[in-house]
């Protein structure tokens, strides 16, 4: 009787790619997350509230940004890497680096007040998750996209 062997290719969107890499354990010995690094970051912003995935503040950054590497001014205004609007940043500005400013192009604010974002519009409750990413971009399709990214993500960090 012969053997049935199947393949499975798992391929994840290019913009995931820098992240996952990021969660790889470099050897056998896992190093601990340098809080200033975005994990860190997006660890310390889904942290300040409680039941908000890490993964859903890091696929926003993936999808709005690619982690800051492409932060220039939409077409809509919105700046910085997680991609805020001005009048949102008014809002909901929070000092994610304790350096007493609030700045919407600083990884550590933006991040942190990404997080606030999300956690005020039910972020925190698995039940409200996705109408709070809605909130941040009143797309479904976006909500759609972060919510997938989240999910490569979580995939990635627990394969470690």
């Known amino acids: 009787m012969g053997a049935l062997i199947v393949s499975v290719l798992v391929s994840f969107p290019t913009e995931s ?3 996952i890499a990021a969660l790889s354990p470099p050897a056998k010995k896992k190093a601990a997350v340098d809080p200033k690094s975005y994990l860190g970051m997006y660890e310390r912003a889904a942290d300040a509230c ?3 995935p890490w993964s859903v503040v890091a696929a926003i950054g993936e999808v709005e940004s690619q982690h800051g590497r ?3 001014r939409s077409k809509a205004g919105a700046i ?3 991609q805020i609007l001005p009048s949102t940043w008014q809002a909901y500005a929070t ?3 304790g350096d007493g400013r609030t ?3 600083s990884p550590a604010d933006a991040i942190a007040t990404a997080g ?3 956690c005020v519009n039910g972020g925190g409750d698995r039940a409200t998750l996705a109408t709070s990413i809605w909130n941040y971009n009143h797309s479904w399709e976006y ?3 972060v919510l997938d990214v989240a999910a490569q993500l979580e995939t990635a960090k627990g394969a470690e």
């Open 17 to 19: 790619a820098s992240l």
């Open 80 to 82: 910085g890497p997680m």
């Open 50 to 52: 409680p039941g908000l």
């Open 143 to 145: 909500v759609a996209r």
């Open 95 to 97: 000092d994610g680096d």
């Open 103 to 105: 700045d919407a192009r």
């Open 70 to 72: 492409d932060a220039a």
């Open 116 to 118: 606030k974002l999300l």
